[in-house]
């Protein structure tokens, strides 16, 4: 069978590397709203999104190759983000999201290519898969937020051009494009974020067309029978 038995997953499971990326970054969704409004919040959420990449780059450390470019968008990521609240200068926010977006973009890129490798599917793949799909929904977050840096009012929430967002509200509007929801509340005015929405539509449409596609590629024409 293609998929591991039940009888192996209890002994599996905690040992998978895709388990914990997919743990850290259902953390950092649910407690975002939670923690965002205060100073003491926002350095947790950094602690946080520090476990995301560390989760991730233990997720990719199958090639040394992927383990060294995790690490060197990774530490940048944080670097700009921690020197930028110290000395509150916006600029360096937006390197450290741009390396953000770089970082996920290519962790994104080797769970895929770990996911349809042809082989047995197995239950890491399947947790791999999963976080490979949340990791879009941050990653087109972090677009949205350098674009709002460069083009303020891009986006516009209830008729008034959003200027400073919040984190929960992009990623509530980066998923709601992800999974072809959005545009109620909040909406694209400019030509750049709309393209990006665009994008991230087809991005979600296809990541389940691909999924399915391998979930039923697992099984033998006689196993299907």
Avoid at 102 to 107: D, L, P, Q, R
Wanted: with cysteine; charged share 10%; net charge neutral.
């Amino acid at each position: 069978m293609p998929l591991e038995t039940p009888q192996e997953l209890p002994e599996s499971v905690f040992t998978l590397r895709c388990v914990y990326l997919f743990a850290a970054l259902l953390l950092l969704l649910i407690m975002v709203p939670f923690l965002e409004g205060t100073p003491r919040g926002r350095i947790a959420l950094n602690f946080i999104n520090i476990l995301i990449l560390i989760a991730a780059a233990v997720a990719v450390s199958r090639s040394r190759t992927c383990l060294t470019l995790a690490a060197a968008l990774g530490a940048p990521t944080v670097g700009f983000q921690i020197v930028s609240l110290v000395l509150a200068e916006p600029s360096l926010l937006v390197l450290s999201r741009a390396f953000g977006a770089a970082f996920y973009f290519a962790t994104v890129s080797y769970l895929l290519s770990y996911v349809l490798r042809r082989e047995v599917l197995t239950q890491d793949k399947l947790y791999g898969s999963a976080a490979a799909f949340l990791m879009l929904g941050i990653l087109w977050g972090y677009l949205y937020f350098i674009v709002l840096h460069f083009y303020p009012g891009a986006l516009v929430e209830s008729g008034k051009a959003i200027v400073d967002p919040l984190i929960s509200e992009i990623a509530y509007f980066s998923f709601t494009v992800l999974t072809s929801t959005g545009f109620g509340d909040i909406t694209p005015v400019h030509p750049v974020a709309r393209m990006l929405c665009v994008l991230e539509q087809v991005a979600g449409v296809l990541f389940i067309a691909i999924l399915i596609a391998r979930l039923a590629g697992s099984y033998s024409p006689m196993d299907r029978r």
